[in-house]
């Protein structure tokens, strides 16, 4: 196969391989072992990467050699710290984590309204009661936005062993 890419549109590939090992391979459980992830992509990875550090119309301010392996590369510093990816990245994690945070809490306190609940025979549809908790779900989800975008984590407390809110 053969791909006929500018120097500008092979840089952006690059940026984008980056960003998919980055998500594929970041979250190796600690150890020093190679993941499934690693694995099923380091060699077409090593491959991009090589291009980019020899090709002619290659990026190699992104790449160099691996020192701890040799015919290996990595990404730069550059790559890493300093480019749309690595700007991308920071988003997409900060956007993430608090798009996650909001939602599990707003879940938490939702099943606790839920089990609080007394046993009632029903007045509403199956569909009435959907919305209605979709509704009240989108209410603890705003307030817990508008409190993270006033506050951040200011007023945020983890209670540990018996402080445990239960």
Not at 126 to 149: A, G, N, P
Request: net charge negative; glycine share 6%; proline share 4%.
């Amino acid at each position: 196969m053969d791909i006929t890419l500018t120097r500008k549109e092979f840089t952006r590939l690059i940026e984008l391989a980056y960003m998919g090992e980055y998500v594929a391979t970041s979250l190796n459980d600690g150890d020093d072992a190679p993941g499934a992830s690693e694995k099923r992509y380091g060699d077409l990875m090593q491959k991009l990467y090589r291009l980019a550090a020899t090709a002619q119309d290659g990026c190699p301010q992104y790449v160099e050699p691996d020192e701890h392996d040799e015919g290996g590369f990595i990404p730069t510093m550059r790559l890493e710290n300093d480019s749309p990816a690595s700007r991308a990245l920071d988003k997409f994690t900060n956007d993430t984590f608090w798009e996650e945070l909001i939602t599990r809490m707003s879940e938490r306190d939702f099943g606790r309204e839920k089990d609080r609940e007394t046993s009632a025979p029903p007045t509403m549809t199956l569909e009435e009661e959907f919305l209605k908790d979709d509704e009240r779900q989108t209410q603890l989800e705003d307030r817990y936005r508008e409190e993270f975008v006033r506050n951040d984590l200011e007023n945020v407390i983890v209670l540990f062993g018996a402080d445990k809110l239960s």
